[in-house]
């Protein structure tokens, strides 16, 4: 079956970086949608970004664009998110999931599209 295990998370200061990897065991298939998610208490979940395993689209959301970086790994089926300029608001729990039903496009603001989910990492910026 697939697994999605995220680790990474940390806690950092306001201004520093982390990167968050995402392994997926299980695909059948080669090609498919890896989403990084995150949830702060008391608010809804968010995507972040997102990549095509082909490395041809990647996707980010307006509140991390140009902070982050979403990439595929040289070691194989590992989704890494790079983040820079940590802020606080960047706190919360953030999971990776996986669409495989994508047919070349990843959608971070349908959360429901991904139907493989990792347990998640904590993240804490202060």
């Known amino acids: 079956h697939v697994q999605l295990v995220e680790s990474g998370g940390d806690s950092v200061q306001a201004g520093g970086s982390l990167t968050l990897s995402c392994v997926v065991s299980?695909?059948?298939?080669?090609?498919?949608?890896v989403g990084w998610f995150r949830q702060a208490p008391g608010k809804e979940r968010e995507g972040v970004a997102a990549?095509?395993?082909?490395?041809?689209?990647?996707y980010y959301s307006d509140s991390v664009k140009g902070r982050f970086i979403i990439f595929q790994d040289n070691v194989k089926n590992t989704v890494r998110l790079q983040m820079y300029r940590l802020e606080t608001n960047d706190t919360a729990k953030y999971y990776c999931?996986?669409?495989?039903?994508?047919?070349?496009?990843?959608?971070?603001?349908?959360?429901?599209?991904?139907?493989?989910w990792g347990q998640g990492t904590q993240v804490t910026v202060s």
């Open positions: 990549i095509f395993t082909d490395g041809t689209r990647t």
């Open positions: 299980g695909a059948r298939k080669s090609r498919y949608c």
């Open positions: 999931a996986a669409d495989f039903g994508s047919n070349g496009y990843c959608y971070i603001d349908l959360s429901t599209q991904y139907t493989a």
